[in-house]
């Protein structure tokens, strides 16, 4: 439990059962407050409300107060998030939602203290409900062109041409959106990443802070987190593949120096930095300062817990930035990253989501879906870009464990489940988030075309089959799944190189424009094809080339 829970007057609980155990004897409901190391609202909670001596007192007194850190529990922040961060959630002594909310102030806590005390007085469980996630299959529909079609439309239809970037009130950086936006609206994708440097980027430190409030990219809230910022260093190496412009390769190549020195623990990449101590959780004092005072104040605090998903997430975007740049600080990063995930972190195909070390009182999940598919992910792409052939068997493995143990027995839907069936509270319900299902399609669609092994492409049809009749109702935020269907609906470009990974001819297959391919290193390198390369387009594979020039010239003949 972080410092700013401890210094409350809330008599906090871990997650667990024992904690609903208790509930159910004490029949009381259970109060959940999701907070996070870097929420400096979840900070300002803590210092106002929860440390309120009258509100303490009702809290401790009529419920069972659990507090849950949402990195650290992926699974209870999917099916508890009450919008945004803190959530403050009532639920029954076995999980089931009463009702809930995100930041309130102490006001505000009196008075839905005082309502969900009343509630659970006169109705008890049967004020009780399930989320429809929980309940409701997926919508399974038909793999098709169309679902590329109808989310590319949104593009258009979301983008904000004053702003830049997608929506109409606050904003996200959106980094896979701007990816799929490459692609099919490449303006509007250099115009958002132009937006995000300038409004989301920090000048000083480096790294991009998380998202602003605003339409116009004002009120930004300064927390800095792995994920995002790994996100971002691929999305912006992918808008230098195409252009060519050091606009785009500048902040990549130094969030990468960022990552690589102010989230590095000296094994692999810390979740996040906080967003600074202030008065005000909207201002951070630390990133209002000017640079010279910068120099003489401590910077925020890091959370330097190695997750899973996090750290491959940062070695795909090293990764990828290698391969465009030669930049051999980020893949000797990428590389030990991975290393550190693969020898610390995953056994027998199972990953765990982060080391606990010898906290007694925190024990860290395993078998997550969203570990299971960023690993894959920077698996497969390091065997691309590097060539060493025990990434892909190491991709086999992880892939192999989910398709084995996260789709649902006599589930016919084909999507992944989120992590283990079992648990406390909501735990045992199984819940198919679209946007994990997207990633760990999309990486078994690049397992499928590196082994030649169909089951793998055939389980990536299925996880985005279970969603695509609702696909006319998706927004630009779940783009990543209109890639994957748009990369099973029309094979990617493929690119076999009959030659070591890092030879000329290798770079430049990594270096074609279009980053949805897949680049095979080692193909036919032990015969008399060495030194040469093929480019596969719809399963038709061309003539031999043997130089950068000549590679070049093919693709563009047969992709005009």
């Not at 303490?56 to 508890?80: G, L, T």
């Not at 330097?304 to 975007?317: E, L, P, S």
């Amino acid at each position: 439990m972080n410092e700013s829970a401890e210094e409350t007057k809330i008599e906090w609980r871990e997650w667990g059962e024992d904690a609903f155990e208790e509930a159910r004897n004490a029949d009381k409901p259970v109060l959940l407050s999701l907070s996070a190391t870097w929420c400096a609202w979840c900070h300002e909670m803590d210092r106002e409300a929860y440390s309120n001596p009258m509100v303490a007192a009702n809290v401790n007194d009529s419920f069972v107060p659990v507090r849950v850190d949402i990195d650290r529990q992926p699974r209870v922040r999917e099916r508890y998030n009450a919008g945004g961060f803190p959530s403050t959630v009532f639920c029954t002594p076995d999980g089931d939602l009463l009702t809930g909310a995100t930041y309130l102030g102490i006001d505000g806590m009196r008075k839905v203290v005082q309502r969900v005390r009343d509630l659970w007085t006169h109705k008890g469980e049967d004020a009780a409900r399930i989320p429809r996630s929980l309940r409701e299959d997926p919508p399974v529909g038909d793999l098709s062109p169309d679902i590329e079609r109808l989310v590319a439309g949104q593009l258009d239809e979301k983008f904000d041409d004053q702003f830049g970037g997608w929506g109409d009130s606050e904003k996200f950086p959106l980094p896979r959106t701007a990816e799929f936006a490459l692609k099919r609206e490449r303006e509007q994708a250099l115009a958002s990443l132009s937006a995000v440097r300038k409004h989301l980027y920090d000048d000083y430190d480096g790294g991009f802070f998380r998202f602003a409030e605003g339409r116009d990219w004002s009120e930004v809230h300064h927390e800095k987190l792995a994920s995002t910022n790994a996100a971002l260093v691929r999305a912006f190496a992918n808008a230098y593949l195409y252009t060519g412009d050091e606009e785009y390769r500048d902040p990549a190549e130094r969030t990468v120096e960022y990552l690589t020195a102010t989230l590095w623990n000296g094994e692999a990449f810390g979740g996040s930095q906080a967003p600074g101590a202030s008065d005000d959780p909207n201002v951070s004092e630390y990133y209002a300062l000017g640079p010279t005072d910068r120099e003489t104040t401590d910077a925020p605090a890091v959370d330097r817990t190695a997750f899973a998903d996090a750290n491959a997430m940062v070695a795909d975007a090293l990764l990828t930035y290698h391969a465009y740049t030669d930049d051999e600080r980020a893949r000797t990063y990428a590389e030990r990253a991975l290393d550190y995930v693969l020898s610390e972190l995953v056994e027998g195909g199972e990953v765990t989501h982060f080391d606990a070390g010898n906290e007694a009182d925190e024990r860290s999940e395993s078998g997550l879906l969203a570990d299971h598919a960023h690993l894959l992910g920077a698996l497969t792409t390091a065997r691309q870009v590097t060539g060493d052939e025990a990434y892909l068997d190491a991709a086999r493995e992880v892939a192999d464990y989910a398709l084995d143990r996260l789709r649902a027995e006599g589930d016919d839907s084909g999507a992944f489940v989120d992590g283990p069936r079992e648990g406390p509270g909501l735990l045992d319900r199984p819940l198919r988030p679209l946007d994990h299902n997207a990633e760990i399609a999309d990486a078994l669609t690049d397992l499928a075309l590196l082994t030649g092994e169909d089951r793998y492409r055939e389980a990536a049809e299925g996880a985005v089959a279970a969603f695509a009749d609702a696909a006319d109702r998706f927004g630009v935020q779940v783009a990543a799944y209109a890639t994957a269907a748009a990369r099973l609906c029309r094979d990617p470009l493929v690119v076999e190189v009959a030659d070591d990974a890092g030879s000329d001819l290798h770079r430049a297959a990594l270096r074609v424009a279009d980053h949805e391919k897949v680049v095979i290193p080692g193909v036919g390198a032990e015969s008399d094809e060495q030194g040469t390369a093929y480019v596969v387009v719809d399963g038709e594979r061309s003539e031999a080339v043997t130089t950068p020039e000549e590679l070049s010239e093919r693709v563009a003949e047969l992709t005009e």
